[in-house]
């Protein structure tokens, strides 16, 4: 069996983020958390982000520079992931269940951790600290190399995998043993430690449940995961001042699903429809410029590449990847999305821009059962404005132009977000982490 981590390096980790692996999104967690340990200990703390998908590392930390010194990245391959059907537009029991299969291609999960084991051990320190982003192996590899263990996450993969294949009403004994093996890492923490969980409403209210009867202590973020991003960075972020001057004018909405079949059949829908004059002369009343996704000359969605489109314009300008979207969030009227880290990122980012808070229209996505927890949740308590997948696509401009018109509704939605959320939540965790493991004390 080939090796399946790439490391850059060859220093000792005082910290290791392991980012779940359901899609590149998992990965910022663990950037965030980096961020928050770099702030509380300066060049202190070596820190290993281990990821699938290191580029959104560099994504992360590229205009902070500097911050990404010490920040060693350690590639790790996607083990669970959930499959998606572009016929119907959600996430396709069977496809989940066939990504399984050939992910572990036949390979028992107890030959996986020993591969990690392998490679991590000589990383490690006697006092080396493992925090689990949703990951269930990072646990048991965590356990094998003889340091502590603990968990940080909105939302436990296995949990979304296992809710979207139960749906199957059956599934190969192969693939109930490889979950049953993922989920006993879970449910076996080493003596001590804690599992801090975001609140209910950002994922499956089940992994509660699913955790307090073997884990010692469970703690409850109260916060968020994202503070508002500063002024001076904002500045420094590709295309902000010209977002920001742009939707003073005419309102920017920003469509952003994150990647898979289900957002790229929408993707080209609205490219279609700007084409076709949809968002109509620049001197219409009540038109949006709108920021997507780029489609290439075959009707496929280019990765990594976005599209600005204004009233009057069916060309559209290409912009550079944001690194983080919280940079055009600030600058934005509306994203219409699924729900995901983004709600938290727009709850964040209300947090300084109350004169023009932007909005949210969560679409829905059939199957994906913690997103649409999430949504469900959040339209409970009065913090999203949804909308189902088929009404969407019938009227996208609709639906669009109709939830911009509720700028009262937004400004209630970033009231209610600031008396729930307060800011320095991720500070005050690294801090309690710091003080509680001391992973970065000299021994």
């Known amino acids: 069996m080939p090796d399946i981590l790439k490391t850059e390096g060859n220093q000792k980790i005082d910290i290791f983020l392991w980012a779940h692996s359901d ?28 990821t699938p998908f290191p580029r959104t590392v560099d994504d992360f930390f590229q205009v902070e520079g500097g911050h990404l010194s010490g ?36 390979q028992d999960p107890k030959k996986l951790v020993y591969e990690f084991t392998r490679v991590l051990k000589p990383k490690c320190k006697s006092n080396s600290l493992m925090i689990s982003c949703g990951e269930p192996i990072a646990l048991e590899v965590a356990k094998r190399c003889g340091i502590m263990a603990i968990i940080v996450t909105d939302h436990l993969l296995t949990q979304s995998v296992r809710r979207v294949i139960d749906r199957l009403g059956g599934v190969p004994n192969y693939i109930s043993g490889v979950l049953k093996k993922l989920e006993f890492y879970e449910i076996s923490p080493t003596r001590g430690a804690i599992a801090f969980l975001s609140p209910p409403e950002f994922g499956v209210p089940e992994y509660r449940e699913y955790l307090e009867k073997n884990w010692e202590e469970l703690i409850e973020i109260n916060g968020l995961f994202y503070d508002p991003v500063p002024i001076h960075e904002l500045y420094c972020a590709p ?48 038109q949006f410029s709108l920021i997507l996704r780029d489609v290439n000359l075959k009707g496929k969605v280019v990765p990594r590449t976005w599209k600005l489109f204004k009233p009057g314009n069916k060309k559209g ?25 983004a709600a938290q990122q727009i709850f964040a980012t209300m947090q300084s821009n109350l004169d023009n808070p932007p909005g949210m229209l969560f679409i829905e996505e059939p199957g994906h059962a913690q997103i649409e927890s999430e949504r469900r949740s959040l339209r409970k308590k009065g913090l999203v404005i949804d909308e189902d997948l ?33 800011p320095g939540t991720i500070e005050r965790l690294a801090d309690f982490i710091l003080n509680r493991y001391k992973p970065h004390r000299k021994l």
């Open 23 to 50: 899609q590149a999104g998992g990965t910022e967690i663990p950037c965030v958390m980096a961020k928050a340990f770099r702030s509380r200990t300066g060049f202190g703390v070596t820190i290993g982000i281990i």
């Open 71 to 106: 920040i060693e990245k350690i590639q790790s391959p996607a083990l669970l992931s959930l499959g998606k059907n572009p016929k119907t537009s959600s996430v396709d029991p069977s496809k989940t269940m066939g990504l399984i299969e050939s992910r572990f291609s036949s």
């Open 239 to 286: 295309h902000y001042i010209e977002l920001n001057e742009l939707n003073k004018q005419c309102p920017v909405v920003i469509v952003f699903g994150g990647g898979g079949e289900v957002w790229d059949q929408i993707y080209v829908q609205l490219h279609k429809a700007v084409k076709g004059g949809g968002l109509g002369k620049s001197d219409d009343e009540n």
């Open 317 to 341: 300008k290409s912009l550079n990847d944001p690194g983080k979207m919280m940079y055009w969030y600030a600058a934005c009227s509306l994203l219409v999305g699924r729900g995901g880290l």
């Open 390 to 422: 088929d009404s969407f696509k019938n009227d996208p401009f609709g639906k669009i132009k109709n939830t911009l018109s509720k700028k009262n509704l937004f400004r209630e939605i970033s009231e209610k977000a600031r008396l729930r959320y307060s």
